[in-house]
């Protein structure tokens, strides 16, 4: 089978890194790839966004299966691209069309599917232009804090948690009158907040059954103890902690089967990943947000996990055999840590070499924002590098990880020392 994969992150790098250990493969590519990619696949030099050059190169090269990495590709209906052109019919895409990817591009959309579908999410309310009174109104008659989130995709950057009304207030009308987000806050959700401890949860479906990946639980602060400004993600754990058998059960009970039959009611034909943002309140799950791509940095946490052939899998979902494949899920734990440039997520370098990656033994390196240039691997991105390592225990794998990130070297190298504290600390929260 020839496979493409698309984007250029450790996420990616990660599912080349699995594929290429299948028995079913022949040629995998990597579009544009990283210097990662490129130790396991071939790299392609052609831009996401241009359809039309993706489509010719997946006829040339007789690919067989697309796997879409990031989220805007599938928004913009890349699906829906390649299975539309001549010559490309059978081609199989893990990822949604454009309708399907509405679940992670419109916040809006999301949470009307929710509600429809008796999905447990945050309470909410959208409003745009000609309602922002009734959205300063809303505002006014709830309690702090505060949850705005633009409506749609925004880099992760879309969601800010008010304490003070008049800030609320403010910001719900900056987001929409200013377009504070772009066009993506021409509307806004205004949500409950729900505390709890937040976990990723994994399926992978052909549209009607589904294989239940390895769960997550990922670290989003720049700092310590979770403080500072969000990132891309800063390391991850798997599995996530608070995911007992129990809360699990409701997951797919309350969750994951109401989705899958509301896709399919709602004439939705999904197939591919659906990663499911959830917080656990006092032991029930809630939907924080759908996306419709694995995360990045779990997927270097969770793939290392999967025992079987994923592309066995993506062929069960090609030949409607997909519901007799088994999902084999290691014992092992795992803990992933990312490594930044210092300044990230704010302003950062790039082109800073990097130096002991071949000494490192006991953990796989995911390349993220790294090139190659004469040999010699250099920075050219803010999450430079995921480092996973494997281990009976969490516990276990974060000290073999941290002991190998040892051997890495670059100019303003940071990470956070601390992913998997709640463990240590014995609490969830
Ligand atoms: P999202 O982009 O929807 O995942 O939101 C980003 C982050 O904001 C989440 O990972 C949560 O930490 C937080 N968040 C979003 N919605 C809520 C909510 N309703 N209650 C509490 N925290 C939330
Ligand atoms: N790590 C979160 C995400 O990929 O959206």
Redesign the pocket.
């Known amino acids: 089978m020839n496979v493409l994969v698309l984007g250029s992150g450790g996420r990616e790098h990660a599912f080349c890194w699995k594929i290429a250990q299948s028995s079913l493969l022949n040629n995998l590519y990597a579009l544009p790839g990283n210097s990662g990619t490129a130790t396991c696949a071939e790299n392609v030099d052609l831009k996401l966004d241009n359809f039309s050059k993706i489509g010719s190169f997946i006829k040339d090269k007789n690919i067989d299966f697309v796997l879409v990495g990031p989220e805007v590709p599938l928004v913009n209906g890349i699906a829906n691209y390649i299975q539309s052109k001549k010559g490309l019919e059978k081609v199989v895409v893990i990822g949604p069309d454009q309708i399907g990817a509405q679940l992670e591009g419109s916040?809006d959309f999301a949470k009307n599917f929710m509600k429809k579908y008796n999905i447990p999410c945050?309470k909410s309310q959208t409003f745009d232009r000609e309602s922002l009174n009734e959205g300063l109104a809303f505002l006014e008659k709830n309690k702090a804090?505060f949850?705005l989130?633009a409506d749609g995709l925004a880099a992760?950057k879309?969601?800010l948690?008010l304490e003070e009304i008049e800030e609320a207030k403010t910001e719900l009308a900056s987001m929409i009158l200013d377009e504070k987000f772009g066009e993506a806050s021409a509307k806004v959700v205004v949500?409950?907040?729900?505390?709890g401890t937040?976990l990723s949860v994994f399926i992978l479906t052909d549209g009607r059954n589904y294989k239940v990946l390895p769960t997550a639980k990922d670290y989003?602060r720049i700092g310590e103890g979770d403080t500072g400004l969000?990132t891309g993600g800063m390391g991850a754990i798997s599995p996530a902690p608070s995911a007992d058998e129990l809360f699990m059960k409701r997951v797919e009970e309350q969750i994951i089967v109401p989705t899958l039959r509301g896709l399919e009611t709602e004439g939705i034909n999904y197939q591919g990943f659906i990663f499911f943002?959830l917080?656990e309140v006092k032991g029930s799950p809630f939907v924080?947000?759908y996306n419709v791509r694995m995360g990045d940095p779990e997927t270097e946490a969770v793939l290392p996990r999967i025992q079987s052939d994923l592309l066995d899998l993506f062929e069960g979902i090609a030949s409607n055999t997909f519901s007799e494949k088994d999902m084999q899920i290691s014992k092992d734990e795992s803990a992933t840590v990312v490594l930044v440039s210092g300044g990230y997520p704010e302003e950062y370098a790039k082109g800073k070499s990097i130096s002991g990656i071949n000494e490192v033994e006991k953990a796989i390196v995911f390349h993220a924002g790294m090139k190659e240039k004469n040999g010699d691997l250099k920075t050219n991105g803010g999450r430079v590098m995921a480092v996973t390592a494997l281990g009976s225990t969490i516990e276990r794998a974060l000290k073999k990880n941290y002991q190998e990130i040892e051997k890495i070297k670059f100019s303003k190298m940071n990470f956070r020392k601390d992913i998997g504290y709640e463990l240590n600390e014995g609490v969830l929260n």
């Open positions: 916040k945050a804090p949850v989130k992760g879309g969601v948690i949500e409950q907040f729900l505390k937040e989003k969000n943002g917080i924080i947000e």
